[in-house]
């Protein structure tokens, strides 16, 4: 008498799926990618568009109702003498912060590649990464406290002789204000601390890539330390320099928290979009003020992709 064929255990759901999924790879990446891809779609694209739709709107002055007609008098505005100081204040702060980042960081930046090894390369890292972990707004606010008439910065330089120079200073209008905390050079100073871990860290990294071998080639050919940091080293950090600039720069082009809290009250864009959709109730225009800085860190982005920027982030 033959024996009774064995029967095989019925395969549960997930033998199934999972011999699925080995069949058929392409259908497991789609489901993995569908969702964070319909996020990406619907909320994030899906507001910017909603955000520039608004922009091609126009408010009525009469009544304060946003009227849904395609037109391009709110861009029209902004080439208005108050919306386009906004513009070129912040462009022009944006490209200091930046500016003032990049050469406050590169030594920084250098030390930690060429030199820093072991405890002090960790060092190096936690004292870069420190700051981030403490909350913006405090951050902030401690520095309104130091830069206050009352703050430590006052009071150092009166101790140091420097008081009536700092006063003297205070009442020139480019640097303008009652202490450093309501002063332009004040909002300029917070923005530089703020984002400078954003410029060291693509820097570094940069700086590390560069090979020793070609260092010591540039010095085998006789070159001088000045000559090989300009010829081999800086253009080989290049990429990292541009990469911490898209940091700096898209950041400080679009916060309006620091403006608010430090300095004179100027306008920012950020804070500009702050007050129109908020306090002003004008959509458009608020909209068409976001819409500046995309753009602006469109052009931007196309020309650090071309430099290289993208390798050293």
Do not use: C
């Amino acid at each position: 008498m033959r024996d009774a064929p064995a029967i095989l255990p019925e395969r549960g759901l997930a033998d199934r799926l999972t011999a699925t999924f080995w069949r058929h790879p392409r259908l497991l990446l789609i489901l993995l990618l569908a969702p964070p891809l319909l996020w990406l779609g619907v909320v994030y694209l899906g507001s910017l568009a909603a955000l520039l739709l608004q922009s091609f709107y126009a408010i009525d002055e009469f009544s304060g109702v946003v009227v849904p007609e395609f037109t391009l008098k709110t861009y029209a505005d902004l080439l208005r003498a108050q919306n386009l100081d906004i513009i070129l204040r912040t462009l022009l702060m944006a490209s200091l912060v930046t500016l003032a980042s990049a050469l406050i960081a590169f030594p920084i930046a250098y030390f930690a590649a060429r030199y820093a090894r072991g405890r002090w390369k960790a060092l190096f890292y936690l004292g870069v990464m420190l700051p981030l972990w403490s909350s913006y707004l405090v951050k902030v606010y401690a520095w309104k406290l130091i830069l206050a008439r009352e703050g430590i910065i006052t009071w150092f330089a009166d101790h140091a002789g420097a008081g009536p120079l700092l006063a003297r200073a205070l009442d020139e209008q480019w640097f303008g204000g009652s202490s450093l905390s309501t002063s332009p050079v004040g909002t300029f100073i917070v923005f530089v601390y703020i984002w400078m871990p954003y410029m060291i860290l693509p820097m570094q990294v940069a700086l590390e890539r560069v090979p020793n071998t070609m260092l010591e080639a540039s010095v085998d050919l006789g070159a001088s330390r000045v000559q090989t940091f300009r010829t081999v080293v800086l253009p080989l950090a290049l990429p990292g320099i541009v990469a911490g600039s898209i940091f700096t720069f898209s950041l400080t082009l679009g916060d309006y928290i620091i403006p608010q809290i430090i300095g004179n009250s100027a306008r920012f864009i950020g804070l500009a979009v702050y007050q129109f959709q908020g306090t002003a109730g004008n959509l458009p225009l608020a909209a068409a003020f976001a819409v500046v800085p995309i753009v602006i860190m469109l052009v931007y982005l196309a020309i650090a992709k071309r430099m290289g920027a993208f390798d050293a982030i």
